[in-house]
Every structure is written in C-alpha cells, then in structure tokens.
C-alpha cells in the first residue's frame, strides 16, 4: 500500500482535480481511497455529487493525527488532497510524513512558481520523500506549449511527470455532475483527457517498482 499526497501551496493549481482524477485512474487497477484532509472539503464535496457512482472510496479527515492508522487499511493505494495555503505548513508537513510520494500539480506559469518551490524547499525536500511536479492546465491548443513549461520546471530543478496534464472545459463542469475522468461522456476532447490521467498512473506505477516503500512511518 501506498500513500500519496497530492500537494502545492498556490491555491487553484489543481489539486483537487488531481486527486479525484489520478484516484478514478487508478481505481481501474486498483483499490483505492481518496481521503480529503482540506478543511475547505472541495473533494468532499465532490464525492457527495457523485454518491455511490465514485469509482473509489472516499473518507473526509480533517485531524492529521487519524492519517496513520488509515495504513492498516486494505487499499492498494491512498490518495490524499491537501489544502493550498502558505499558513498550512505545519499541517502539510504532517501529511507528507505520512506519504510515500508527493505529486505536485502546477500550472505553467511563472507566478505559479514561487508558492510551488516553497512547498518543496520548506515541506518536501526536508521530510526526504519522493516526488513530482505534474504540469497542468496546458493548453491542447498550442503545440509548443508543454515543451515551454517542461523546459521552465527543469530549470527550477524539479523531477517532473513525462506526463502533462490538459486543460479541458470538461474538467471544470466535472465536480457539478458528480462525475470523474473515467466515466465523461465519450468525446474526442474526454479521450484525451482520459488517455492524461491513465498516462500519469502508469508513470507512477513505473516509478514505485524501482523505489522502496516508505518504511520510516
Ligand atoms: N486540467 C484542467 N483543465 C481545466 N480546468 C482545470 C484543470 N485542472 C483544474 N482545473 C480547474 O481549475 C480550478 C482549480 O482547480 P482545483 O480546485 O483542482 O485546484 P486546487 O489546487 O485543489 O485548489 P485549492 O487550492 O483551492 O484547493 C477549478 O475550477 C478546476 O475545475
Ligand atoms: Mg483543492
């Protein structure tokens, strides 16, 4: 069983979005628990649109201390979405002491960078857990695009996901209809946007066969 936490202390940078889909990717393979550790509940909230149609298990924990014992639990994989906030430091460094990988999902932009590298130079790296900078919000439209914001990460020195996330409309009507990636209705825009979410999994699976568990927590 893993634990991965989906993180970034710049609000909007699609957390939310990222933990409900990787979670839905997942789940194809796997069982999986999303557990939203964000008092502001936006997966929560989420989930309960979706009720029983969610693809994962779903658990609200606002009390960090209660993260631990969800290891005894039979998941494959926990999925944990944080709070986006500079003052939450204390509670994210909690989470990521519970985690066995971090994603970091950005947008590709410079202004979105300074929160980002807070997050890893003053949660992360210290804590010494894995982890990676998953590009969100490309444009689909603009081939140059995702080339232009890899080039940016690896200029911060940040492991970063092959993989990018796109933007699509569909992505922001989603937590309305209750629905995640797995189950849009079949468009040519929502195949791409599958094909993102189940490229990032795989990648994540690739990346724990060569990496030892956690074993410290
Ligand atoms: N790939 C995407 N394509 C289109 N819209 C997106 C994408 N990712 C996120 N969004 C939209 O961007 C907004 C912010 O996303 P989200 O709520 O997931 O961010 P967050 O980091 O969880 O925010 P917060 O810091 O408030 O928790 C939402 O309206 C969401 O629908
Ligand atoms: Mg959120």
New binding site residues.
């Given amino acids: 069983m893993r634990v991965v936490s989906v993180m970034?202390q710049?609000?909007?940078?699609?957390?939310?979005?990222?933990a409900m889909n990787v979670a839905a990717a997942a789940a194809e393979s796997s069982d999986v628990l999303l557990v939203d550790v964000?008092p502001?509940g936006?997966a929560a909230w989420w989930a309960g649109r979706a009720g029983d149609d969610l693809p994962f298990d779903f658990a609200q924990e606002i009390n960090i201390a209660n993260l631990a014992k969800l290891r005894a639990l039979p998941y494959d994989l926990i999925i944990v979405?944080t709070?986006?906030s500079l003052e939450k430091t204390g509670v994210l460094k909690e989470v990521v002491k519970q985690s066995d990988f971090v994603i970091l999902?950005s947008e590709p932009e410079a202004l979105s960078f300074q929160p980002l590298l807070h997050t890893v130079e003053t949660v992360i790296r210290p804590l010494g857990v894995d982890f990676r900078v998953l590009l969100?919000?490309l444009d689909p439209r603009v081939p140059g695009d995702e080339i232009d914001a890899q080039k940016l990460i690896d200029g911060l020195g940040l492991p970063r996901f092959r993989t990018g996330?796109?933007?699509?409309?569909v992505?922001?009507t989603a937590?309305l209809s209750g629905s995640v990636v797995t189950q849009y209705r079949p468009t040519r825009a929502s195949f791409k946007a599958i094909n993102d979410y189940r490229k990032v999994t795989v990648e994540l699976f690739a990346i724990w066969a060569n990496t030892p568990r956690n074993v410290g927590v």
Avoid: V
């Fill in positions: 970034n710049k609000g909007g940078a699609g957390k939310t979005t990222t964000d502001q936006s979405d709070p986006g999902p969100n919000k996330i796109h933007s699509y409309k992505h922001t937590p």
